[in-house]
């Protein structure tokens, strides 16, 4: 059955972290929307243009089955934003499907909500 998966992504996104992804996700069948501060197109640390389907202000988490945060720098960006953090919030708060590669796990932990859980980060993240 198809999910409708959540991005959160902004400038600084590492790549590979997020097309591989994004690819996979999209060939089992899932549709994907790519969130950010604004709609429109953001750059990879490596410098893949990445189409923004959707702004922060127009999404709710509640019409989302799943969320997935890749890595890079674009992460500790968004936990500086609180819409991005209450977003995911919800993800966690309902123990819907949360997913985060290399340093995404930066915007779960922000939340407050991690204790307990069984995560992997990147070494600098892990708190």
Do not use: W
Not at 37 to 58: A, N, P, Y
Not at 63 to 78: E, M, N, R, T, W
Request: one cysteine or more; hydrophobic letters at 40%.
């Amino acid at each position: 059955m198809a999910k409708s998966v959540a991005v959160l992504v902004t400038n600084l996104v590492e790549d590979v972290e997020y097309t591989k992804p994004v690819e996979a996700l999209k060939s089992a069948g899932h549709e994907v929307t790519t969130i950010s501060f604004e709609k429109g197109t953001v750059e990879g640390k490596h410098g893949t243009q990445i189409t923004v389907d959707k702004s922060i202000d127009e999404v709710r988490p509640q019409d989302f089955d799943a969320l997935f945060i890749p890595g890079g720098f674009s992460p500790d960006q968004l936990r500086a934003d609180q819409r991005f953090v209450e977003f995911t919030k919800f993800f966690l708060a309902t123990n819907k499907l949360t997913t985060a590669i290399c340093h995404g796990p930066q915007l779960m932990i922000q939340t407050g909500l991690v204790q307990g859980r069984t995560m992997t980060a990147y070494l600098t993240v892990q708190p």
